[in-house]
């Protein structure tokens, strides 16, 4: 079965300073990975995802993602945070095209704290 | 993103009475799942639906029973509830297993 893990519970940035968010999984098969965001008494928002091609996934607002197969790691970075970043980001992993057992395991998340 | 509710939003309830939290889409999407919140574990899955009346367990599914009976409504009933599901609990939606939906969440109390 495949595993996630989100290292940091709790990343504290400065406003426009660089911030990178770690994400490691196992698995003995090819996956799917995605980055979902959780503001404030909302439920999760779908960040961005990596399903084939491109290593490097980048979303609308800013963050990007590179999966590095090599590693299993799926790390989220932002080259400057803004306060509207403050969020809780979940990373997640699923195994692909076996049917209905398919299913996305998460990692535990990260809390991500900017300040000015 | 997809139309999703849930209700309610929030409700505390008394440990040993039964509670049923409603989902209800308007995608027509295949896949619905139930997840709980809780610090210090992510989000982990319930139960989860790939069809009407076709449901299945996830890794945390004693004490939840779920019921799928159209396609735009999926039901997460505590059958005795209990202070250890005391937590936020989060519907999601769609068409593969893999692009989900997520709803506004139900805050759950059991006193």
């Known amino acids: 079965a495949q595993s996630v893990t989100q290292l940091d519970s709790q990343v504290p940035v400065f406003e426009e300073a660089p911030v990178e968010l770690r994400c490691n999984y196992s698995?003995?098969?090819?996956?799917?990975l995605f980055w979902y965001v959780q503001y404030p008494n909302q439920g999760l928002q779908l960040l961005l995802k990596?399903?084939?091609?491109?290593?490097l996934v980048e979303s609308i607002n800013g963050f990007e993602a590179e999966f590095n197969k090599s590693q299993t790691s799926f790390h989220l970075r932002k080259p400057s945070v803004h306060i509207s970043d403050t969020a809780e980001y979940f990373c997640?992993?699923?195994?692909?095209?076996?049917?209905?057992?398919?299913?996305?395991?998460f990692g535990t998340g990260t809390r991500l704290q900017v300040t000015l | 993103d997809a139309g999703i509710t849930q209700s309610p939003r929030h409700k505390v309830t008394e440990t040993g009475t039964p509670v049923t939290l409603r989902c209800h889409q308007t995608?027509?999407?295949?896949?619905m799942y139930w997840y709980r919140q809780d610090p210090g574990h992510g989000l982990r899955l319930i139960h989860y639906?790939?069809?009407?009346?076709?449901?299945d367990k996830g890794e945390v599914s004693d004490g939840y029973s779920v019921s799928r009976s159209k396609t735009e409504d999926f039901l997460l009933t505590l059958e005795s509830a209990t202070s250890s599901q005391t937590s936020v609990y989060f519907c999601?939606?769609?068409?593969?297993?893999?692009?989900?939906?997520f709803g506004p969440g139900t805050r759950l109390t059991v006193t």
């Open positions: 997640a992993v699923i195994v692909p095209y076996t049917g209905t057992a398919s299913k996305l395991t």
């Open positions: 698995s003995s098969v090819s996956v799917y």
């Open positions: 990596y399903l084939s091609g491109s290593t």
């Open positions: 995608e027509n999407h295949r896949y």
């Open positions: 639906s790939y069809g009407v009346k076709d449901t």
């Open positions: 999601a939606t769609g068409l593969a297993s893999y692009e989900q939906y």
